[in-house]
């Protein structure tokens, strides 16, 4: 039972573009979410979270959408720059569990020069 | 600031072995977790420890079992390895409240 999806295992994108990662859900009792990226032979690092509360949460240049209604959340990457390159992972805890994290199965990033 | 650091990187067992990995968490975290990545999947939570007792686990047997100690280190063990347990496996430290910061992982092998 998997319910946190990221249906795109991959995404190359031209340097200065933007890029958009998507990742869905199937447990309606998460209510904060967050984005890690992991860069080969290193553990995931934590770029950005949003709580159910707001629709969009924006930090330089990562911006992360929740569509509630949808169960959708969505990072964009606005410059994409080719140190960007990694993989990406949506991840949520179920409710009121802390950092019980549940983790989709990751989208390998390629921003090219 | 000293990040969470993980020992040994890489290992190498035989089915039915039992190993320890160890984890060291960040300077004033007080939650240490571990989690398991197979290769080409994201990260599955196994347990999490909280003043050196554990307060959450995953879906894994009772074959994985943890401590942490007082110096929040922590040690992952897994008895009667199977082939199936050969992944990374990541120890993660935090505050209550605050995102996981991650250690780069140990691989385990088994053969």
């Known amino acids: 039972d998997q319910q946190v999806k990221q249906n795109s295992p991959s995404l190359s994108v031209q340097e200065g573009r933007i890029s958009i990662l998507n990742c869905d859900y199937t447990?309606?009792?998460?209510?904060?979410f967050l984005w890690y990226k992991k860069y080969p032979a290193e553990g995931p690092t934590f770029l950005i979270s949003i709580s159910s509360i707001k629709d969009k949460n924006e930090d330089g240049r990562f911006t992360v959408f929740l569509n509630k209604s949808a169960k959708h959340l969505s990072l964009h990457i606005v410059p994409s720059q080719p140190g960007d390159s990694a993989v990406y992972f949506c991840?949520?805890?179920?409710?009121?569990?802390?950092?019980?994290?549940?983790f989709g199965g990751g989208t390998r990033l390629m921003v090219k020069p | 600031e000293t990040g969470v650091t993980q020992s040994p990187t890489h290992l190498i067992k035989t089915r039915g072995q039992q190993v320890t990995l160890r984890c060291s968490s960040q300077?004033?975290?007080?939650?240490v977790s571990w989690y398991q990545q197979a290769l080409g999947q994201g990260p599955q939570f196994i347990f999490q420890?909280?003043?050196?007792?554990?307060?959450g686990r995953g879906n894994f047997p009772p074959r994985f079992s943890g401590l942490q100690f007082p110096n929040y280190s922590s040690e992952l063990n897994v008895n009667a390895l199977e082939l199936d347990d050969s992944a990374l496996y990541l120890c993660?430290?935090?505050?209550?409240?605050?995102?996981?910061?991650f250690g780069n992982g140990t691989r385990l092998t088994v053969t």
């Open positions: 420890y909280y003043r050196e007792e554990e307060n």
């Open positions: 300077s004033g975290h007080n939650t």
């Open positions: 447990n309606s009792m998460f209510d904060y």
């Open positions: 991840a949520a805890p179920p409710y009121n569990a802390g950092n019980m994290l549940t």
């Open positions: 993660a430290s935090s505050q209550i409240g605050s995102p996981l910061h």
